[in-house]
């Protein structure tokens, strides 16, 4: 196949890896520890879409068309914006029931981050008991693809897609440098006993932190549901890959973990067709110990 | 009214491990009083028990007569108690501006960027280089934007952890003739500081802490000439202490 459609399939895997990995990176550095639950947030975002679109479609009476040129009816994006809402309300209910909990105790952060596995576990199985593992799909739409130029062929739902992760790490990147409550919750990433001091309260940047990566969880997973399918593992399986994405680019940093995501989406796309599919899994490891190796600070990170 | 007051405060990081073992301490209106103390002391942790950096374990605190034992350091920073870290005491990653804007974040939006301004009016220094990551500065241009993040909020009380630690000579005169000019304009001040004769000079008032309780309370300059104060402390080096 040719360089330019494996650069494309790259880039769209890694646009969704990347928006995962914004809430990983914002939640590492201003909560202070690896969430492994996060990969449960974008399937219960991906799940949530979906019931809620099922929910929509049946309110209306199920003979909606697609919006052309895509693949979805108008309930997709209704539905997705939604359970964006529900999964930022989820993050903020983990934290508040253990989370929080642990933090009030000061437990130490090897603690926090086995609970987090807890939590990770607790939350798939939770979905496999409410969905079954059987694939879902929110759409059965067949989709051709377009002709772009270098020989590049994607369908007008992966250009949407593309699209949309370009706006909503944009508003992210704005959010963060421009807005007070963006400043804050730098401040706290740096500092958090200095935060206090400075009259910033740090209970309210993490409810902030937690609705923003659980709202961006839920859209990278809903965007990997249409573009592939939904699966109880689907956000497990990704953890790896959002994990090399926000070190690589260097834990806090928005921009990092977006490029981050990229480059793990490119390389797993030319180690499927130079080496082999089995190989795509050891992308990300064989990245992680690079960058740690290399330098651990990452892409946009500041030396710790 | 009283600014801040404590009464038989026990504190410290451990609950069964007070490092303050009872203080009863007044600050009065205007004052500038001078905390002292061998290394080990309770210096550090007095204050930093003050601005609600570590836990109190009875007694009380109370700002202009209010009772706000317990509250957390943003809390007591909206009541109008300012305070300056000894270390880490900027945002390194963030410009100068940045750090004012998030000290100004407390106020009423229409008043921020008059108060912003004023800052950079008072602390020239910092004001040509505005734009400039603050992790840049000097160690006095550091501890300058420390205390202009602090006075920013207009606080009732300003209280500073040892700021001249670590400081050139020049630096150390600089701080301490900015902290005789805000106490002047009405702000009262409670400095922690290892350098003994330049605290005896700047601060009206000293009290010396010896294992976490307050064994003197005097004028500065009466202290400065006793021989025995003299013998405890004046020949310690500065070196690095008293925090836990």
Redesign the interface.
Same mark, same amino acid.
């Given at each position: 196949m040719m360089i330019p459609q494996i650069l494309l399939e790259g880039a769209l895997t890694g646009a969704l890896i990347g928006l995962g990995a914004i809430g990983l990176t914002l939640t590492y550095s201003i909560l202070r520890f690896a969430n492994f639950a996060h990969g449960e947030l974008l399937t219960w975002g991906a799940y949530l879409s979906l019931s809620v679109a099922g929910l929509i479609g049946a309110a209306t009476g199920a003979s909606l068309p697609p919006i052309d040129p895509f693949s979805f009816t108008w309930a997709l994006p209704v539905a997705g914006l939604i359970a964006m809402l529900l999964t930022a309300a989820l993050a903020l209910a983990v934290d508040a029931a253990l989370f929080g909990r642990l933090r009030g105790r000061g437990a130490s952060t090897i603690i926090v981050v086995m609970a987090s596995f807890g939590a990770s576990m607790a939350l798939r199985s939770g979905l496999e008991f409410l969905y079954t593992s059987k694939p879902a799909y929110y759409t059965t739409e067949l989709q051709i693809a377009m002709r772009l130029p270098a020989g590049m062929r994607a369908t007008p739902d992966q250009l949407l897609m593309l699209g949309l992760t370009a706006l909503v790490v944009l508003a992210v990147h704005l959010m963060l440098t421009r807005t007070?409550i963006g /400043? #804050?919750m730098? #401040?706290v990433s740096?500092?958090p #006993? *200095? #935060?206090? *001091? !400075?009259?910033?309260? !740090?209970r309210k940047v993490i409810r902030v932190v937690w609705i923003l990566g659980g709202a961006l969880a839920c859209a990278a997973g809903t965007m990997s549901g249409l573009l592939v399918q939904i699966r109880p593992y689907m956000g497990f399986d990704l953890l790896l890959p959002l994990f090399a994405a926000a070190i690589l680019g260097g834990i806090g940093s928005v921009p990092g973990a977006m490029l981050g995501g990229l480059i793990v989406g490119i390389c797993e796309a030319f180690a499927v067709h130079l080496i082999g599919a089995e190989w795509r899994a050891a992308v990300g490891f064989v990245l992680i110990i690079l960058v740690l190796l290399a330098r651990p600070s990452g892409l946009f990170g /500041?030396a710790a | 009214m009283t600014p801040l007051a404590t009464a038989a405060l026990v504190a410290g990081y451990e609950r069964d491990l007070p490092i303050i073992k009872g203080i009863d301490f007044t600050l009065a209106p205007g004052g500038f009083v001078a905390v002292l103390g061998p290394n080990g002391a309770g210096k550090s942790t007095f204050v930093k028990a003050i601005a609600g950096l570590v836990p109190v374990h009875s007694g009380a605190l109370s700002l202009r007569g209010a009772n706000v034992t317990g509250l957390a350091p943003h809390e007591l920073l909206r009541r109008g108690l300012a305070f300056v870290p000894q270390t880490e005491n900027i945002f390194a990653t963030m410009t100068i501006r940045e750090n004012l804007q998030l000290a100004a974040a407390v106020l009423p939006r229409p008043a921020r960027a008059g108060r912003i301004g004023a800052m950079l009016e008072m602390f020239p220094d910092l004001a040509h280089r505005s734009g400039a990551l603050a992790g840049g500065l000097s160690g006095g241009q550091r501890q300058m934007l420390a205390i202009a993040r602090a006075l920013l909020v207009k606080p009732q009380v300003l209280i500073l952890d040892e700021p001249s630690a670590g400081l050139s000579p020049k630096a150390v005169g600089q701080v301490f003739e900015t902290l005789v000019r805000i106490n002047a304009a009405g702000t009262p001040i409670l400095l922690v500081e290892q350098n003994v004769r330049a605290a005896l000079k700047v601060a009206a008032r000293a009290v010396i802490l010896v294992d976490g309780r307050l064994r003197h309370d005097a004028p500065a300059a009466e202290l400065a000439g006793d021989p025995e104060i003299g013998a405890l402390f004046l020949g310690a080096g500065h070196g690095e202490g008293a925090r836990a």
């Open positions: 007070g /400043r #804050a730098r #401040a740096e500092n #006993a *200095l #935060a206090g *001091l !400075t009259g910033i309260d !740090t /500041r | -």
